[in-house]
């Protein structure tokens, strides 16, 4: 009950960018499109599943694209031009990464065991630097800008997810069902998605969430 719930849950920063509008920040578009793909992903595993046919080889085909999409978002938060372009590089060291382990490691079959938990690694240090990097550099309390609520969420979920695909992996090895695990980790993912959520909505009073009264110039709207 739990895991269809954060499905669901999925939807609450969409609706939060809704509510937001024209006001929305470049990062937080891409954090709503990240999660309008996750929902739309996890329906179409849920739909898999209930049509007795394998579903585990979808995570692999979108891994590279939500990964992207992270990278995207933190990079324009940086207060530096040189990080900035540093966690963009990432973006296409990883998609060679992925796709490398596709090829000759990988298993569609089964979870990921190499792509994914790379992926998890990599936005999990990116979110937990700039959660430290802008905290120690913004005028504003951190807890009323987006970056911080969302940088959070993103910490707390990619965590879970560097477990999670490993331990399933065995369970589904050892032919046990792990309700209780995945459970769990709907719990913890509905606590994600809703500091997310949080984050969107404080760019109602605190737009482009700039961590001093300029923007860096690759934050402006065009």
Known sequence: MVAKLAIIAELLPVIAALVVGRRLSRPSRLVAVLFVLWFCEDLATELLFHLHHSNNWLPHL???????????????????????????????????????????????????????????????????????????????????????????????????????????NILIATHQRGFALYQ????????????????ILCERRHPSSGGSSSLPPWQLES
């Not at 966690?87 to 990464?97: E, G, H």
């Not at 769990?184 to 500091?195: E, N, P, Q």
Request: charged share 10%; no cysteine.
């Open 62 to 168: 979108t891994m590279p694209f939500e990964a992207a999409l992270l990278l995207w978002a933190f990079s324009l938060w940086q207060d530096s031009e040189v990080t900035r372009r540093a966690i963009l590089l990432a973006v296409p060291i990883y998609v060679v990464v992925w796709l490398v382990l596709q090829l000759f490691v990988e298993s569609l079959d089964r979870l990921s065991q190499y792509a994914g938990p790379v992926s998890y690694l990599l936005v999990l240090g990116v979110a937990a630097f700039t959660l430290v990097s802008k905290s120690a550099r913004t005028t504003l309390p951190g807890w009323r800008q987006p970056w911080f609520w969302i940088s959070a969420g993103m910490i707390i979920d990619m965590g879970s997810q560097v477990a999670l695909n490993p331990i399933s």
């Open 184 to 199: 769990a980790y709907g719990a913890v993912s509905i606590l994600s998605y809703s500091l997310t959520t949080w984050g």
